[in-house]
T-cell receptor, first 116, second 116 residues
Framework: AQKITQTQPGMFVQEKEAVTLDCTYD???????LFWYKQPSSGEMIFLIY??????QNATEGRYSLNFQKARKSANLVISASQLGDSAMYFC?????????????FGAGTRLAVHP | DTGVSQNPRHKITKRGQNVTFRCDPI?????LYWYRQTLGQGPEFLTY????????KSRLLSDRFSAERPKGSFSTLEIQRTEQGDSAMYLC??????????????FGEGSWLTVV
């Protein structure tokens, strides 16, 4: 069965430092997509970054980059130069081709706290 | 605001009452999704529409839950005879069928339901 594992319930980082949030996934599919979302206390799920399983380059979006290691089935999110506004829950998710790419499977999330 | 819009944002209801949530997706997004999120967990898939057709339903969607998207634009999620276990945040999301942006699923701010 497909599964997303985020082993860090909570992380702390000093402002302006980089932080890595871990995500491992389990799937037998060859084609899939990996996502990271940020969820502040307001509740909205904010899309951060996407990585396709066939993408050869690691995805980057501004201060966010995805360290994709396909053989290890990991898709860690790296946030560079942390800001106070980065404090939130972060969710890793996978979209499967089965069923037409219709659903995301989420991990349990990591709560990030950025300290000044 | 051109994002996914949900209302009401918060709803407190007595057990046994019916509630309805509305979702307005991003304009021209033909895919619409409903997810449920309980405290401390990642969102779980409930159902999915492509245009007005409901193409997939999770086993989480009991007979008391019904979702519609009558004209392929906005959607409603109704919960009949609410139970305390229905207390959660209900997230709506939308995406395009294909194209580079089709890889991205955009979420709304969610509708919090508390059943007392």
């Amino acid at each position: 069965a497909q599964k997303i594992t985020q082993t860090q319930p909570g992380m702390f980082v000093q402002e302006k430092e980089a932080v890595t949030l871990d995500c491992t996934y389990d799937t037998s599919d060859q084609s899939y997509g990996l996502f990271w979302y940020k969820q502040p206390s307001s509740g909205e799920m904010i899309f951060l970054i996407y990585q396709g399983s066939y993408d050869e380059q690691n995805a980057t979006e501004g201060r966010y980059s995805l360290n994709f290691q396909k053989a290890r089935k990991s898709a860690n999110l790296v946030i560079s130069a942390s800001q106070l506004g980065d404090s939130a829950m972060y969710f890793c998710a996978m979209r499967r081709p089965s069923g037409g790419y219709n659903k995301l499977i989420f991990g349990a999330g990591t709560r990030l706290a950025v300290h000044p | 605001d051109t994002g996914v819009s949900q209302n009401p944002r918060h709803k407190i209801t007595k057990r046994g009452q019916n509630v309805t949530f509305r979702c307005d997706p991003i304009s021209e997004h033909n895919r619409l999704y409903w997810y449920r999120q309980t405290l401390g967990q990642g969102p779980e898939f409930l159902t999915y529409f492509q245009n007005e057709a409901q193409l997939e339903k999770s086993r989480l969607l009991s007979d008391r839950f019904s979702a519609e998207r009558p004209k392929g634009s906005f959607s409603t999620l109704e919960i009949q005879r609410t139970e305390q276990g229905d207390s959660a945040m209900y997230l709506c999301a939308s995406s395009l069928v294909s194209g580079p942006s089709g890889n991205t699923i955009y979420f709304g701010e969610g509708s919090w339901l508390t059943v007392v």
